[in-house]
């Protein structure tokens, strides 16, 4: 009996169409809060910057209804909510700016800024990082030398320092605020790109050196070995068999660095270093941080707004760190 | 006359460490003929898995084949360039290595790993690869191989693994195969099974087979032939069953002594000492410092491999003046 019972347990769960890498990590994802909440946050990001010039009140900077006064004389509104002179609680409700902006527009506007910031810096910095740590960690011996030379070097840099200093030579160049590639139409902000390439350029560093880890721990595992052993060149062995073993790496480090680059712009931006003809949440807290003190929230709401972006991204990446590598949980 | 399949002459390959040369494979000279299946035996670090790999050319840095010829049908392989190599390995001669959990790449499942392979050195249609791979499943015995080459390596166990490695060691059907201590990771009522299985497999893929590995309980059950390697040289050469009955090296005699019998009430001997530092191998016969009949000449010449029966060669000064036991046959 028991046996029989058995023999039907396995022949039934030999059916089932076996479960695939990507589905047990959902489902692992599922389980943890703080990821899903992180997801929640990400999602809502992604879903104001694209659809958010539907629904925010004012259009967004250049455009001349943009800086409109809502009452005459002050334009300083604190959030409507707040303001007794306005029946209305969601006229206004960021309050507005010392040249009289709507706040609330302003962040939902920046928002796409904030995205776009956050994807190409990733990307540039994976691609860069990826193939240093790759050459690097594959090739090993003196190629491996320079390049982890090189790499500290980037890493010991005042980092920030530098980047302000070609942000700024280089913004200097800009002629046209946007410009438009063809072919595929989109309009892309001149200085905004501008600086994310070069934030882009001076982060790879410390992801090159766990890429770089990554295949050197890789590279010897007896799996390699057996490719080489049935025909597998180096460029099949790295990008078919070293390469996807280290997705789940590749899939955390990016969703952490988009935080870390979101941050990175906003300081640029408050540092005055940003494009002016971009309204990055960073750049509201640039152009509102002298009255600082009667319209602080013209600080707070942007400020909140990268709080929550960040920590979005950085509790998806946990998340994601958990859910793709079991093993480091504990 | 059959022909040699496979034949090796002086081949030294070393390894370049910071410590010093490791000469891990130091003049070693055998040959495989067509269709036979020998017996590479030696202890742990004697050199058996660097002589397969040196023939496949794919030695791990710092190793590097010193000298020699590796004759495959009469080609030398040393002399081919890494593409003419890469078109052999998989498609002509194949490895299958010990530990299967680690020898399959985890992210892909099996049917992709054995479809890589056969795509790797043949066209054929994708259709007809699926039925391969599923034929290949199945003459290595795994059930339901529709269903599980949809699966990943760690949903099999580790017999079905190490059938999974040899049906994609099989894949391209090579005439010549190594089995690099196939068994020693399973247990021992799979261990028979795969051993079954692959003198199945040499049978109708007409192959060549060469096991290595240290159990002579495995070499007498699989090889017509033996080479008994010792710290990177060959002590002797001989058909399995002259191995077995009459040894005629010292380093031979007590590896048989060394494995366990229930019929012989004695204690187990053991071989006193550890294999030599490959650095600085002992002058002479490497054997010379554990070897119980070593003479003066032992320490100084190095013995050269003579044939003192047809078909049975040793390495060994003293062969004459010893006289050895083996096992009794039953």
């Known amino acids: 009996m028991a046996s029989n019972k058995k023999g039907e347990k396995i022949k039934e769960k030999s059916k089932r169409r076996p479960a695939s890498q990507w589905a047990v990590a959902w489902r692992r994802f599922k389980r943890n809060k703080a990821g899903v909440f992180g997801l929640i946050i990400v999602m809502a990001v992604f879903f104001v910057g694209i659809f958010g010039s539907f629904f925010a009140p004012y259009p967004a900077r250049p455009n001349k209804d943009a800086i409109k006064p809502f009452y005459k004389g002050d334009v300083r509104k604190p959030p409507s909510w707040l303001d007794p002179e306005e029946p209305n609680n969601f006229k206004y409700l960021f309050g507005t700016t010392p040249i009289g902006t709507d706040v609330f527009s302003d962040v939902i506007h920046g928002t796409k800024y904030t995205i776009y910031v956050g994807l190409l810096v990733t990307a540039i910095t994976m691609a860069l990082s990826i193939v240093v740590g790759a050459i690097a960690g594959f090739y090993g011996r003196w190629v491996d030398n320079l390049l982890m030379r090189i790499s500290e070097v980037f890493l010991v840099f005042p980092a920030l320092l530098f980047i302000l200093v070609f ?143 960040v920590f979005g991204f950085n509790l998806l990446g946990d998340g994601l760190s958990d859910a793709l590598n079991p093993r480091l949980r504990d | 006359m059959t022909e040699n399949i496979l034949n090796i002459e002086g081949l030294k390959t070393y390894f370049f460490t910071e410590a010093g040369i490791v000469k891990a494979v130091d003049d070693i000279s055998f040959n495989l003929k067509k269709n036979e299946s020998l017996g590479l035996v030696g202890e742990s670090g004697s050199g058996k898995t660097v002589t397969a790999l040196s023939v496949l050319r794919i030695v791990p840095k710092p190793g590097k084949i010193i000298d020699g010829k590796v004759e495959f049908n009469g080609d030398d392989l040393l002399e ?103 068994t020693t990771n399973l247990d021992v009522t799979i261990q028979a099974q795969v051993l079954n299985l692959l003198n199945d497999l040499k049978k109708k893929f007409n192959m060549s087979l060469v096991m290595i590995t240290h159990d002579m309980g495995i070499i007498a059950e699989m090889t017509t032939r033996i080479v008994v390697l010792y710290a990177g040289r060959v002590c002797e050469i001989a058909k399995t069953h002259d191995l077995f009955e009459r040894p005629r090296h010292p380093y031979t005699e007590a590896l048989l002594a060394a494995v366990p019998r229930l019929d012989m009430k004695k204690t187990l001997r053991i071989i006193p000492g550890n294999i030599p530092n490959l650095i600085e191998p002992p002058s002479g016969c490497r054997f010379h410092p554990r070897c119980k009949h070593a003479k003066n000449t032992c320490k100084e010449k190095i013995p050269v491999l003579e044939e003192i029966e047809p078909e049975h060669f040793v390495a060994c000064h003293e062969w004459q003046n010893i006289s050895l036991k083996g096992e009794r046959k039953h």
């Open chain 1, 167 to 309: 942000v700024r030579i280089f913004t200097l160049t800009v002629g046209d605020p946007f410009l438009t590639i063809p072919i595929i139409n989109i309009q892309i902000p001149a200085g905004l790109t501008i600086v994310v390439v070069i934030l882009g350029l001076f982060n790879w560093a410390s992801n090159a050196r766990m890429i770089r880890g990554e295949f050197l721990r890789i590279r010897e595992l007896e799996f390699i070995e057996a490719e080489r052993a049935l025909g597998a060149s180096n460029t099949r062995i790295i990008f078919r068999h070293i390469l996807p073993n280290l997705l789940s790496s590749i899939i955390v480090v990016s969703s952490l660095t988009i935080a870390y680059a979101i941050l990175l712009e906003a300081a640029v931006s408050f540092l005055g270093f940003g494009d002016v003809n971009t309204i990055t949440w960073g750049q509201i807290l640039q152009e509102n941080f002298s009255e600082m003190r009667i319209v602080w929230w013209a600080e707070i709401f942007p400020g909140l707004a990268i709080l929550l972006t």
């Open chain 2, 80 to 182: 081919k360039t890494e593409k003419e190599m890469q078109k052999m390995r998989g498609s002509e001669i194949a490895i299958i290595f010990q530990d299967p959990s680690s020898s399959l790449n985890p992210v892909y499942n099996v049917e992709t790993q054995l479809r890589d392979v056969i795509l790797a050195h043949q066209t054929v249609p994708k259709a007809e690869t699926r039925k391969k791979v599923i034929e290949l499943l199945e003459v290595v015995g795994i059930p339901e191989a529709e269903t599980r080459m949809r699966e990943y390596p760690h949903q099999f166990s580790g017999g079905m693994k190490q059938r999974v490695a040899i049906a994609r060691a099989l894949a391209c059907e090579p005439t010549l195969l190594f089995a690099d201590e196939p």
